[in-house]
């Protein structure tokens, strides 16, 4: 069974998973950045990033090297992929990455608006899927090659998928500040049928990983 | 300096210190008592609560323990009192607690329906404050002796003191749990100025102490 699995999702206290006032100066809003620190440092996202050798090991690093691991697919909304909104202009933004993004895998970023694949180097190729998410993870299950699906954010797309019970698995990490305002990861009725199968902590904030209670199917 | 502090605020990772649906036969809330297991457990609470000898020790009895450090008095909403809304239908109702309650000092109940004060066992009288917030922490603070003030809950409680800034100390747990719906510790706009002074974590939760940051008062 593929299973799609969010990782490295980064909360503060107050539930925000994005500061206030997102722009394309700060995409992820007044101070969203600290949300972030934790994996920044990590060995893993060193390596995954760019950032060359060193970086801590320990928990926050098994976290960050599991969002890793035997992932075929992406699934990104469109405020993860870049700050535009509404119809595409041209085809110039190709996300936040460069020109060899980190995923070495088929993308698909959700969005009411299309577009032709966009293929990248390093075997990153962004798809644009119109018809809604249960599409999107058919797509992405498809392209996974038996591998499973890692879900990106941000916060509308993590909800949306929760609240329809397609994600397996939530690793959600608390960091331990207020942001005052931003974009929640839990709001209004909450997600049914999820509970805690790992709770632990670094120095640096709390990692809780919530599964997809079984359903019962035959 | 008399400060105001709140101790022990259980929080879950969605966001809420009390379940959905919350009534005389269920005052947490569904699933609300699960909020508490951590402290229940612990060796202060039992001794605090007449649970005899035992307990746990670590971490969440540290916490624990400094919730009862150098406090004279405690404020606390209606609804932490007790079910009653509306005007008081006699005296009868003398909170949750039994004839002894576990405070031994003035515990001064935000509301907008006078009564008189009732004095119970043990040293605890619960005064009936129907004039605000500024007027409870006023009157605990006269009340307490030179001691601190415990902010008790619930929700909203919590959020009016965090607002207007007037409450110093916040120790919350956040229990790795979704409860999916009640009231919630953060709403609407973010209280500003509060900072991270300790982050730990047991093996069932993590506990943030949040301090009103210093407001260059000459």
Not at 14 to 17: F, H, N, P, V
């Given at each position: 069974m593929v299973r799609l699995r969010a990782h490295n999702i980064s909360m503060s206290v107050?539930?925000?998973?994005a500061g206030p006032s997102q722009s394309p100066d700060d995409p992820l809003g007044v101070g969203g950045e600290r949300l972030h620190e934790w994996v920044v440092a990590t060995r893993t996202f060193r390596a995954v990033h760019g950032g060359g050798e060193g970086g801590t090991t320990g928990v926050d690093d098994a976290f960050a090297a599991r969002a890793e691991e035997n992932i075929g697919a992406t699934i990104m909304g469109r405020n993860m992929f870049g700050p535009i909104r509404g119809p595409?202009?041209?085809?110039?933004?190709?996300?936040?990455?460069?020109?060899?993004?980190?995923?070495?895998h088929d993308v698909f970023v959700l969005t009411h608006h299309a577009r032709t694949p966009v293929t990248m180097d390093g075997g990153t190729t962004f798809h644009f899927v119109t018809d809604g998410i249960e599409s999107a993870l058919a797509q992405a299950t498809a392209a996974a090659g038996g591998k499973d699906v890692r879900l990106g954010g941000g916060a509308a797309t993590i909800r949306a998928y929760l609240h329809a019970g397609l994600l397996d698995e939530l690793d959600l990490t608390i960091v331990p500040i207020l942001l005052g305002g931003g974009e929640r990861v839990f709001d209004g009725a909450g997600p049914a049928g999820y509970e805690c199968v790992e709770f632990t902590a670094s120095p640096a904030v709390a990692h809780v990983r919530f599964a997809r209670a079984a359903t019962g199917t035959p």
């Open positions: 107050d539930g925000y998973m595409w202009p041209d085809d110039e933004w190709t996300g936040w990455w460069g020109p060899n993004p980190p995923f070495h």
